[in-house]
């Protein structure tokens, strides 16, 4: 039979004996393998649990890492760090017992190698002797704790900060409290930084909200440095992990100053807007801080697994001496309620898969199980341009390329070798999921719920599996601008009715092991919020205004484009010739004012605006036919229909997302052909996004409200330009109208240009004329 140690030799050469031990991996190995008799497959489950204090049966002496043998170890890796001159030195002397020199040898030419996870039966047989083990034993030991000196990784240090965030029981009280006493209408975030950041190519500014009267901290800049390899060393990052960011090329200080966001559990929202660069690299940025988050998570577990078995143990002795004055029983509180951690939102499977794979690519995993399912069912080859008849714009590419579909919930469960993919969600360490498919998969779990019966003795029972979401300390939402063409009230009801909520049963669950602020439903204060969107919608932006981050705060990073979309868009018609100094396409903005005291009477006062102001309007233009009325919100054109339908003598067609293909197709072609049935059409954002339809005969365009993405006002334009390609009609003549209030600065802001928001916002004049 071959042994591991054959099958890593070399192919020619004197045959090794079977003895003979090379490297960490092999010396580790021994040690294991001489302690239990269990098959390949049930070191893999032991493996996978060892850091299981925090997902069910919490910090009992099974859930031990089996690394680690309780009954013949001298010393632990917390008692070694009391003193680590006597490491040295015990390293000294085990050494010294190692006769045989091609041991020493290859014991330090496998100091870095990653251990294997089991060995042959033959090695089995080669590991009898007790004194052997014992040494070995010691060694490993030494191994795993000089590990842990050169990872830079204290997982008690207070200034870490994931301990800062959620480990610091007594800070973190103090300001919770502080922030409850406060009045309610001083617990309102606040803004406590402006800043620009900016190179020659890309200019960013940086919003910084937080609570300056419950933690003053937040207020005080970071010093950090400036350069990321400070900042990791700073925030104590995982060296695996900051040896991952330090790989990265191009590395700016937007990059530095979004990954610290990060590092300090900032609530944020990110905007890329039409940033390639940094497109391309943020998923691997929030994928590495996820990642440094569970493996800081499951370091302090297993270290205070360690130090209470240490405590237990001189207890037993009558030589404890870790007690407070007051006699109390040292905590080690160090997780939730259940073990998923992160949660990642996104819009369809195609981007999950993306996401998926960066995971594990970055990881480098020895074993990844289940990946060829992943694969199918999450892959798909297709591309969108083979199943259209024109040209689409690359963002729509993006979103509809391979496998789009909306309802997907994938665990994902990772330890020290591998990473396994369809994990219970239970089990799993992140959950990666859309909206619709969290919340249809809690409607049947709750619909299921009073047929079933509990067993409290069962680990996988309806009861667990409906709290999975309970102790989520990362949530991150990717392609949000996705999710809010979908339906933005899935995210807020997964938000505000399943995230952090309390479980209804506790089964297997050490509460001597949870943290207090879990205890004591503050894990709103605590949870980090991180939003990736192309464009920043109010909803969105709520996030993080919203945010109760008491400790950390919140931020905003909005993008500054060089070039308005009107002047990208009247540089493009200039390029095609379509406009010159005699011909212009006209662009108006009307604003429209409302009882700010009364927000919501917002959208009434737009529509009356749109009946008695731009309606009529229509009448004056030099073009009969050819109206297109853009209508983001669906709520908003229903009520236009309406309207058009019972009042209005105006010869009118519609299309939104609910329409048949059939009816697409008929009153696309109504209106091209200037039928006097079809002298206007509604049209809906959500179609736009979803099919991005080559309108004909458009001449004139009304903006009910500006478009969300501001690349939809120059896509909609552009049909009045392959208008003018078409019929060579008079631009001159073309009515573009704009309707707007001071609430759609978002909107309007990216598409006027910066300098001109606050001219169109509170400016004097109600109507504002580009060209």
């Given at each position: 039979m071959t042994t591991s140690g054959d099958q890593q030799g070399p192919a020619s050469g004197p045959k090794r004996q079977k003895k003979s031990k090379f490297g960490r991996s092999e010396l580790r190995s021994v040690t294991r393998t001489s302690r239990r008799n269990d098959s390949r497959e049930e070191k893999l489950d032991n493996d996978d649990n060892a850091d299981r204090g925090q997902y069910g049966d919490v910090a009992s002496d099974d859930d031990i890492d089996d690394d680690f043998d309780k009954d013949v170890r001298k010393t632990t890796i917390a008692s070694k760090r009391i003193n680590r001159k006597e490491n040295k030195m015990a390293y000294s002397a085990l050494i010294s017992l190692l006769k045989s020199e091609h041991q020493i040898d290859e014991l330090k030419d496998g100091?870095?190698?990653?251990?294997?996870?089991?060995?042959?039966?033959?090695?089995d047989q080669n590991t009898d002797s007790g004194s052997d083990e014992e040494r070995h034993r010691e060694v490993e030991d030494f191994l795993d704790e000089e590990e842990k000196l050169q990872d830079n990784i204290d997982v008690h240090n207070k200034y870490d900060s994931f301990n800062l965030h959620f480990n610091q029981e007594k800070e973190i009280s103090e300001a919770i409290d502080k922030y409850e006493s406060l009045p309610v209408k001083d617990r309102r975030i606040k803004l406590i930084s402006k800043e620009e950041i900016a190179d020659d190519e890309e200019k960013y500014v940086r919003y910084r909200y937080g609570y300056p009267q419950a933690n003053p901290e937040l207020a005080e800049k970071r010093k950090t440095g400036t350069m990321l390899e400070q900042k990791l060393k700073y925030h104590n990052v995982k060296k695996r992990i900051q040896e991952k960011f330090n790989n990265f090329s191009d590395i700016r200080r937007l990059d530095t100053e979004l990954i610290e966001s990060m590092l300090t559990y900032e609530t944020f929202n990110f905007q890329y807007l039409n940033n390639e660069r940094i497109k391309g690299k943020y998923q691997d940025y929030?994928?590495?801080?996820?990642m440094n988050h569970l493996m800081k998570t499951r370091d302090r577990i297993l270290n205070n697994n360690e130090k209470k078995t240490l405590y237990e143990k001189r207890i037993k002795e009558g030589s404890n001496d870790e007690e407070n004055d007051d006699g109390i029983e040292p905590e080690y509180r160090d997780q939730g309620y259940t073990r998923p951690k992160i949660l990642i939102l996104l819009p369809s499977r195609n981007f999950a898969y993306t996401v998926v794979s960066k995971l594990i690519d970055n990881l480098q995993m020895e074993n990844v199980e289940n990946k060829k399912k992943f694969k199918t069912q999450f892959y798909d080859s297709s591309k969108i341009s083979d199943r259209v008849y024109h040209s689409r714009p690359k963002d729509f590419e993006e979103y509809f390329d391979g496998n789009t579909s909306d309802l997907f919930v994938l665990g994902i469960k990772y330890t020290r070798k591998t990473l396994k993919l369809y994990s219970p969600l239970e089990q799993s360490d992140i959950i990666v999921a859309s909206p619709i498919g969290l919340l249809k998969l809690y409607n049947k779990i709750e619909s299921q719920a009073p047929k079933k019966k509990v067993d409290?003795?069962?680990?996988?029972?309806?009861?667990?599996?409906?709290n999975f979401l309970s102790s989520i300390e990362m949530c991150i939402l990717d392609k949000a601008e996705g999710m809010m063409m979908q339906n933005w009230s899935?995210?807020?009801?997964?938000?505000?009715?399943?995230?952090n909520q309390t479980p209804k049963e506790f089964i297997n669950v050490d509460f001597s092991r949870i943290r207090m602020w879990a205890i004591n439903e503050q894990s709103q204060y605590l949870t980090q919020f991180m939003c990736f969107d192309k464009y920043t919608t109010p909803e969105m932006i709520s996030l993080v205004k919203g945010s109760k981050n008491v400790l950390s705060g919140s931020t905003s990073y909005i993008p500054l484009e060089q070039m308005s979309v009107i002047d990208s868009t009247n540089y493009k018609l200039y390029q095609l010739g379509l406009v010159n100094k005699f011909e212009r396409l006209k662009q108006t903005f009307m604003r429209f004012d409302f009882d700010e005291s009364s927000i919501a009477n917002e959208p009434e006062k737009r529509f009356e605006f749109f009946k008695n102001v731009v309606l009529p309007q229509m009448n004056k233009s030099s073009y009969k036919y050819g109206t297109l009325v853009y209508i983001p919100s669906y709520f908003d054109y229903l009520r236009v229909k309406k309207y058009l339908n019972d009042e209005s003598s105006i010869s009118f067609v519609a299309i939104d997302e609910y329409s048949s293909n059939s009816r697409l197709t008929r009153n696309r072609a109504l209106f091209k052909n200037k039928a006097n049935t079809a002298t206007l059409m509604l049209y809906t954002e959500r179609l736009h996004f979803y099919k991005r339809f080559d309108l004909k005969g458009v001449r004139n365009v009304i903006f009910y409200q500006l478009p969300s993405d501001p690349d939809f006002y120059q896509q909609v334009l552009e049909f009045v330009a392959n208008e003018k390609l078409q019929d060579d009609l008079d631009l001159n003549l073309c009515m573009v109208r704009s309707i707007y209030s001071k609430l759609d600065a978002m909107r309007f802001g990216p598409i006027v240009g910066t300098n001109n928001v606050a001219r169109l916002a509170r400016g004097a004049n109600e109507l504002t004329e580009f060209s």
């Open positions: 100091q870095g190698d990653e251990p294997e996870e089991s060995a042959s039966e033959e090695d929030y994928l590495l801080h996820a409290k003795n069962d680990k996988n029972n309806e009861g667990m599996k409906n899935n995210v807020t009801d997964i938000l505000k009715k399943h995230l």
